[in-house]
């Protein structure tokens, strides 16, 4: 009684089984690799990078084997080559579609773990940090394109019918360019956002009069944390088109301001004094910028303008406020009289003058 495989012809069967084994040693190496770049400090790469990419080289590699030949004749499926070579080529396909993707994810992790946003001087993590989100979205919106279009293009009644839809709708695709436009502005704009920078993560921007931190940015739109915890969500081409407040554009560094409304006969000296043992006796001030000049003289009271500097904008909001509220009480306890305050000069006439 003859078995199955007496039935299969000898170097068909020899043909397969060299290519598996071929395939398995292949794949066994390529893990090996992984791992031991996995283990080794010099190549440390992120936890869970086997599991990400041991997946989709698999896959990979069994599209390879599906497609060959000596398969379809072991299996006796000789007469369905169209079917093995169509699932192999949308395997394919599906298999470095994932792969890529999640080699984009680990570049991302590896570049992205250098730098921490959580320190002081965090300039350049939040560039990289920026720009990393926004072109890898960037990235994945492409890569998947290209793989649905691969897909579809393998398929000849689609490509024909594709063909066929575009040589007829001419006047459709005008209109459909002029909806997309603003669409396709939105995009751009988020692409200019990466390569420009205008706005990083954590800026602290003022928008529409709005103060906040730029939590995440994308390429349709910008989200704002306002200070009350609200989010505030901008469409991406208002911070290429429209003036905006970025107060960490190149250093988080700030300074901050108060303004005093004063009478004339307000004692400078004693002021200076003061804002100085205010901020030597706080940690909100960074003993950079500690200056109190009078920048302007109004009519009936003087303008006073207490200049500090802060290591960033919150802090300086609270410096801000901290130095207002003690001038304020310095000026109530040891020159009341220097308030601003409104005068009025009454004079007799002259005719009560003579009556008097």
């Given at each position: ?152 293009m393998s398929f000849e009644s689609i490509r024909e019918l594709g063909v ?193």
């Amino acid at each position: 009684m003859n078995t199955f495989f007496d039935t299969v012809p000898r170097s068909e069967l020899y043909l397969f089984l060299v290519s598996f084994i071929a395939i398995l040693f292949a794949y066994w190496l390529i893990s090996y690799f992984l791992r031991k770049f996995g283990r080794d400090p010099k190549y440390l790469l992120p936890e869970g990078t086997f599991r990400k990419l041991s997946w989709p080289i698999f896959f990979i590699f069994n599209s390879i084997l599906i497609r060959s030949e000596a398969l379809r004749t072991i299996l006796n499926l000789t007469e369905h080559q169209y079917f093995f070579k169509k699932t192999s080529t949308i395997l394919f396909i599906f298999s470095v579609t994932w792969l890529m993707l999640n080699l984009l994810k680990i570049i991302k992790k590896i570049i992205v773990s250098n730098y921490d946003v959580h320190v002081e001087n965090n300039l350049k993590a939040r560039k990289i940090y920026t720009q990393f989100n926004i072109l890898e979205r960037i990235f994945m919106f492409t890569i998947i394109l290209l793989a649905i279009g691969a897909v579809l293009m393998s398929f000849e009644s689609i490509r024909e019918l594709g063909v066929s839809i575009f040589a007829s709708a001419g006047v459709a695709g005008i209109i459909i360019g002029f909806s997309a436009q603003k669409m396709i502005g939105t995009v751009l704009a988020g692409i200019q956002i990466a390569i420009a920078q205008p706005i990083k993560i954590d800026d602290v921007v003022i928008v529409e009069g709005e103060w906040g931190r730029i939590e995440e940015i994308t390429l349709t739109y910008v989200v704002v944390k306002i200070w009350d915890k609200r989010r505030l969500i901008v469409p991406t081409p208002y911070f290429i088109e429209k003036p905006f407040q970025n107060w960490t554009k190149t250093s988080s560094d700030i300074l901050g301001t108060v303004f005093l409304y004063t009478d004339y006969n307000v004692s400078f000296d004693a002021l200076r004094e003061e804002l100085t043992k205010i901020l030597e006796n706080t940690d909100l001030w960074d003993k950079e910028v500690n200056v109190l000049q009078v920048t302007e003289s109004k009519q009936n009271c003087v303008e006073i303008r207490a200049l500090m500097s802060a290591k960033d904008s919150p802090t300086a909001w609270d410096l801000r406020v901290l130095v207002r509220e003690k001038l304020i009480t310095f000026l109530q306890q040891n020159y009341p009289e220097s308030i601003a305050r409104n005068r009025v000069l009454l004079e007799k006439s002259t005719e009560e003058n003579n009556n008097s």
